[in-house]
């Protein structure tokens, strides 16, 4: 799709002097990608308050960036500026030399068979929630699976136990992700003293109090098993050991993504089964099959075939991350346009993840669409949750199997149904997450006993 022959400027959105497209992008950025590509086609441009974004939603334009011509990309100055004050130079936002020798240092904690060896603190996490769970109690769905998936990413991946600091670390998380995707970012400075700056930086604050004493916490254990005891024990081709400010930027990093993403997956897929009760039936018949009233374990996970295709569908319907940036290195062509270096690329998993083209009924939750021969005639990147090429999201396998087995232990033990009154709403922050509370109601399903799956574990 690309040519050796720049057209003129894509076509695009009519802009407003100064602020450009900010207006639209500000009543609903998914809504406004989405309107983008339907109206003006797959490659759209923008503006932002004088800042120039090419829209790509081919994906076939989308593999050029990301896979074939990736070294002719950054994540970008956008990336950098929203994100470095809470993520530093982190593993998600780092470039270059710094970027490949943090990925080679972590790569292995995210082997197959280490994660295998995170399966049971998974399942265990989910239970001990579920416990405090009761008939016809009304739960805020998004917010337990935050605190669910930040206690399983801390216990894992960090080594520690934060459940006395979950509810701190969930509001300052809560008030980070929500300004860093605030467009008013882009018109006032982040020193200026504006109430949202203030709470911002209080909260960045808190959470690196947090970061630090779980450093201080790993550092007997240097060279173990966690993220954090990995860092600490890591030296650079000098033999110099990571700065504190290096340690605190890459726990910061996994302590934000590594539970947000599965996080919101959870919610969404809650959120779909209860108004689609046909598929959780099914979905419910896999699990008695073939866990047999046993708590799930990786082995398990990997045979429930149709549990597996309901989450990817759901990260089809709601990808985790609505978007990527990218930025050229210097002039490239997409599609015979122009990009000039600087200019901020979006590819917008939201908008290509529901794209008639690649997938019938594109709106409708199909999870049985996702069989062999579907995949296999899809493109490559019409479908891209994770990331792919060298900056593929390091824990998507874990996020797989976090999220398989924990949907499989909560649907064993309870139903949940959402009330009439209750609707989803969504917003583009960092991840997709939901514009309002997400309430549901939860029924202990018939047949369980508790004490006979305690029995089970213990043998």
Known sequence: ?????????????????????????????????????????????????????????????????????????????????????????????????????????????????????????????????????????????????????????????????????????????????????????????????????RRYRRAVTELESIVERIIDERRPEAGGDDVVSRLVAAEDEHGEPMSTRQLRDEVMTFLIAGHETTAVTLTYTLYLLATHPLIEQRLVEELTTVLDGEPPSVGEGNELSFTNQVITESMRLFPPANRIHREPVADAVISGHRIPEGATIVLPQWVVHRDSRWYPDPLAFHPERWSEEFRAALPRLAYFPFGTGPRRCIGDRFARLEATLVLATILQRYHLELPPEMSLEVEAAVTTRPKQSLWMNVWERDGYSSDAVRRSKTG
């Open 1 to 197: 799709m690309t040519s050796t022959l720049p057209k003129d400027r894509p076509p695009g959105p009519r802009r407003m002097p100064l602020i450009g497209n900010a207006g639209q992008a500000g009543r609903g950025l998914l809504a406004f990608l989405t309107e983008n590509a339907q109206t003006y086609g797959d490659v759209v441009y923008f503006e932002i308050v004088n800042e120039p974004f090419y829209q790509l939603t081919h994906p076939d334009d989308i593999e050029s960036v990301l896979i074939e011509r990736n070294q002719q990309f950054s994540k970008g100055r956008l990336n950098r500026e929203l994100l470095a004050p809470v993520l530093g130079t982190g593993l998600f936002t780092s470039e270059g030399e710094t970027w490949r020798t943090r990925r080679h240092l972590i790569q292995p904690l995210f082997h197959p068979d280490q994660i295998a060896m995170y399966g049971d603190i998974m399942t265990e996490c989910t239970e001990r929630l579920l416990d405090e769970w009761m008939d016809e109690k009304r739960i805020n769905v998004h917010d337990a699976m935050k605190e669910l998936t930040l206690e399983i990413v801390a216990r894992s991946l960090l080594g520690v136990d934060l459940q006395q600091d979950i509810e701190t670390i969930g509001r300052n998380l809560d008030i980070v992700l929500e300004y860093i995707d605030s467009t008013s970012n882009l018109l006032l400075p982040s020193w200026a003293p504006t109430p949202g700056n």
